[in-house]
């Protein structure tokens, strides 16, 4: 059974809501209810079939192509399966995942994997703020799963993180692992200002020292039994995390946030 693929038309100029086109939901419908389903694409109700050229039938393996940074809320809640975005995604890919895999060939928008609680997002380019955040008003973001991403990333990594692992092949934004609750946060490039801001808990892993905030200690270079392990974690994924040259064991450490108690850390490879 060949993947259901969804070739987007690009004849409106409105954002669209991806976020019903999950497996769960898609799951023993027709070709023709699939089509006939209405995404929400400005203030207008659309039929998939208006939208997008369909292709395929196994919805555990839907293909997204053509995608342009219009289309939000990819895989919104998915519970399963496998979601690849060839192209760009738009806001909220990935929100709330609670399994399967989301693949994004190109750029991806604001609140990437936000709250996501499983399963598994990879990014070939660049992402926008807020990557595995919480949503406004929440004070709970990604709570498991990862999230890699291959290019640069924007600010707020990570904001209100609680479980899981983002690991940024790039460069990250400021405020870095922002009120951070626990979790790892890895980033091979540089970092922008005020890193770990209000964290309580949770591991920010650096190759690059980054401009140190005054709200953490600096706790001198220490070796890390641990790292080896996590780093052996790492050899599975399609990412340069993988690569075993760029493990190390001998980290600087710095704790903080010390005004929530300094029970986070910022380790920097020495």
């Not at 070739?7 to 898609?26: C, E, G, I, W, Y």
């Not at 192509?65 to 909220?92: E, F, Q, R």
């Not at 140190?212 to 050899?235: E, H, I, Q």
Request: glycine fraction near 16%.
């Amino acid at each position: 059974m060949s993947a259901l693929t969804f070739t987007f038309k690009q004849n409106t100029a409105q954002r669209v809501d991806l976020s019903p086109l999950v497996s769960q939901n898609l799951h023993g419908l027709s070709a023709a209810e699939i089509a006939a389903l209405e995404l929400q694409a400005g203030n207008a109700r659309l039929p998939v079939a208006e939208l997008f050229d369909i292709s395929g039938a196994d919805v555990q393996d839907i293909v997204i192509a053509n995608a342009t940074a219009k289309l939000d809320y990819i895989g919104k809640s998915s519970a399963g399966g496998k979601i690849s975005v060839l192209g760009d995604a738009g806001a909220y890919t990935g929100m709330q995942l609670q399994g399967g895999s989301i693949s994004v060939s190109g750029n991806a928008g604001l609140y990437l994997g936000c709250e996501l609680k499983n399963g598994s997002i990879v990014v070939g380019g660049n992402a926008g703020d807020y990557v595995g955040g919480a949503l406004p008003g929440n004070k709970q973001g990604m709570r498991g799963g990862s999230i890699i991403i291959k290019g640069n990333a924007g600010s707020r990594v990570g904001d209100h993180l609680r479980r899981g692992q983002i690991l940024i092949e790039g460069d990250a934004g400021d405020y870095l692992g922002s009120r951070m609750l626990a979790g790892t946060i890895a980033v091979l490039g540089q970092v922008g200002r005020y890193p770990g801001f209000a964290m309580r808990r949770g591991t920010l892993l650096l190759w690059n020292t980054p401009p140190l905030p005054a709200y953490f200690n600096d706790c001198g270079a220490n070796t890390f039994a641990f790292l080896p392990l996590l780093f052996a974690s790492f050899k599975g994924l399609n990412s340069r995390f993988a690569d075993s040259g760029l493990a190390f064991s001998r980290a600087r450490r710095y704790g903080g946030d010390i005004v929530e108690g300094g029970r986070g850390e910022i380790l920097v490879k020495v």
